[in-house]
């Protein structure tokens, strides 16, 4: 993979930020997009732009066909059946709040459990805290190793046949973890349990295959990975989909209404009521096709690279904590410099022009088990490389030296 190719065909790259040139270490949170998507958003609102489904005239037909279009790219992408196991959604947090409301809701009783872990983003700890309470099943969580890892003796042991979800992030957004999905799913199948996957952190960055998985339901956005913010996906086996009844209600996704009943359109158009998000998925279309150009093998490969180089030459800087693994990580390290708070290190880098994340990342229960308030994370994609991990690193020298009081 040609790095200065890549980085190119991103104009919000070369720019300077507080007179330095860009350094942007946050894709993890939201990724830049090439010139093809930006172009491609455009071109649909400059030539194509009309409803879908609905219109019979010329520009409906060409919305209606880049709509459906990008749902069979997102179907070829994931290796899904079809695309009908397709759900257009604003996003992850949609997608497994659909799954929680839609399908935990129905099948829960007292009794039942739903598994997850400590590691979860919000989106996916929250919606199962609510739907637990909903139905008065147990929500249980699976312990974590020391590293931040999932052990899978620890994964036999909590999920039992009175589990009806176990839901787990692919991907930790703060450990960088890779989990080993298709393992834990046959754990779940083998109890009766469906898998519901969080798929934000790895669907930029790895190839997904949801068949080889076996998982039942699997959520991913769009911005994350190139595409535009407001559009992402969720996979559901086709069974589970046409079996689930919307939580959203209006236009589009009904079949036939009266006064006092309705009925529903087959999946996956029944959870997509009112005007769909279409540029969106036009642009999540043209994401794809970039990300496939390239190559998601490539991707993984200098990920792994960069990720490797950014924890050994942290390591190097006395009074950095690094948190997970070493190894069996994508392309984030996520750290502490001393006493020194996340925000502070985030408010002087970007003085150099240099973008991180700080905060606790939407994680605030993994946060108290690593025993801190917050961490800094830096995050590489396609279009970062090492010469921007040696600025990182000379940042947080200059960081460290500015707040030289506070390391202890």
């Given at each position: ?214 998982c039942d339901f699997y959520a ?27 939580i959203e209600y209006g236009g ?157």
């Open positions: 993979m040609n790095i200065e190719a890549v980085r190119e065909q991103f104009p919000i790259l070369h720019q300077q930020v507080n007179g330095h040139p860009l350094v942007y270490l946050d894709s993890a949170a939201s990724s830049q997009k090439p010139r093809s998507v930006i172009d491609a958003v455009s071109r649909y609102y400059e030539l194509d732009h009309s409803n879908v489904h609905r219109g019979v005239h010329t520009l409906g037909s060409r919305a209606t066909d880049a709509y459906e279009g990008a749902r069979e790219k997102v179907a070829k992408f994931l290796n899904a059946k079809s695309a009908e196991e397709i759900v257009f959604t604003r996003g992850t947090t949609t997608a497994l709040n659909l799954v929680a409301s839609s399908y935990a809701r129905t099948v829960c009783k007292e009794g039942d459990e739903i598994v997850i872990t400590p590691m979860e983003h919000h989106a996916n700890l929250i919606p199962w805290q609510q739907a637990a309470k909903a139905t008065g099943a147990t929500l249980k969580y699976i312990p974590l190793q020391p590293d931040g890892t999932v052990s899978l003796a620890d994964v036999e042991q909590t999920v039992t046949p009175n589990t009806k979800v176990v839901a787990m992030t692919h991907v930790s957004n703060v450990l960088g973890v890779v989990n080993p999905i298709k393992e834990v799913t046959a754990i779940a199948r083998k109890n009766g349990a469906v898998m519901v996957v969080d798929g934000a952190q790895s669907t930029p960055h790895m190839k997904v295959d949801v068949q080889d998985l076996d991913f956005s769009g911005h994350k990975m190139c595409g535009p913010t407001g559009i992402g996906a969720l996979y559901g086996k086709k069974e589970l989909l046409s079996n689930m009844e919307p589009e996704m009904i079949d036939f209404v009266d006064l006092y009943e309705s009925t529903w359109k087959e999946s996956p158009y029944r959870f997509e009521g009112g005007t769909p998000i279409i540029a969106g998925a036009v642009g999540l279309g043209a994401a794809i096709d970039f990300l496939e150009q390239i190559g998601l093998d490539e991707i993984d490969k200098h990920e792994k690279k960069l990720a490797a180089y950014a924890y050994d030459k942290l390591s190097t800087i006395e009074d950095v904590t690094i948190y997970g693994p070493k190894t069996n990580r994508v392309g984030l390290v996520t750290f502490n410099l001393g006493d020194i708070h996340p925000h502070d290190v985030s408010t002087v880098l970007d003085s150099y022009g240099i973008a991180i994340r700080a905060g606790h990342h939407c994680a605030q229960p993994l946060m108290r088990w690593l025993n801190v308030s917050a961490t800094a994370r830096a995050s590489f994609y396609l279009y970062n490389n090492e010469e921007e991990i040696d600025r990182l690193v000379d940042g947080l020298i200059r960081t460290k030296e500015f707040f030289g009081h506070a390391i202890g």
